[in-house]
């Protein structure tokens, strides 16, 4: 089982990214998606859940701090999740990660239980310049 993030850089405020979480080992379209920032300075104990997708009620949650600027989707023929960010702001900055959870559970539940999560990728930073 892997999962790769990328699409992380250096961007001004205001602007976008677009990250991709490609997996391998399982097919992602049997299971729950999320994605969590490490701010910098933070350890990995402190991973916050900003979007998180739900298999179980096919739906998806955001964190109040992202509403509206940041969107969560996956292509299954790819699986791949893709996080689509606009607006960033430097608040935004740290590394990202994809993590899936084998239990099935709320979209919400996966955001805010990051120990919930059974694998993780290596990470993809992002630094959002003011």
């Known amino acids: 089982v892997q999962l790769v993030e990328s699409g992380g850089g250096l961007v001004q405020s205001g602007g976008s990214l677009t990250l991709s979480c490609v997996v391998s080992?399982?097919?992602?379209?049997?299971?729950?998606v999320g994605w969590f920032r490490q701010a910098p300075g933070n350890s990995g104990d402190e991973r916050e859940g900003?979007?998180?997708?739900?298999?179980?009620?096919?739906?998806?949650y955001y964190v109040d701090s992202v509403k509206g600027r940041f969107t969560i989707s996956r292509d299954n023929a790819r699986n791949t999740a893709f996080l689509q960010m606009n607006n960033l702001k430097p608040e935004d900055s740290g590394v990202y990660y994809c993590?899936?959870?084998?239990?099935?559970?709320?979209?919400?539940?996966?955001?805010?239980?990051?120990?919930?999560?059974?694998?993780w990728g290596e990470g993809t930073p992002v630094t959002v310049s003011s």
């Open positions: 993590a899936v959870p084998t239990t099935h559970t709320s979209a919400r539940a996966v955001c805010t239980v990051p120990r919930g999560m059974d694998y």
């Open positions: 080992g399982f097919s992602l379209e049997r299971y729950s």
């Open positions: 900003v979007s998180c997708y739900s298999k179980r009620d096919n739906e998806s």
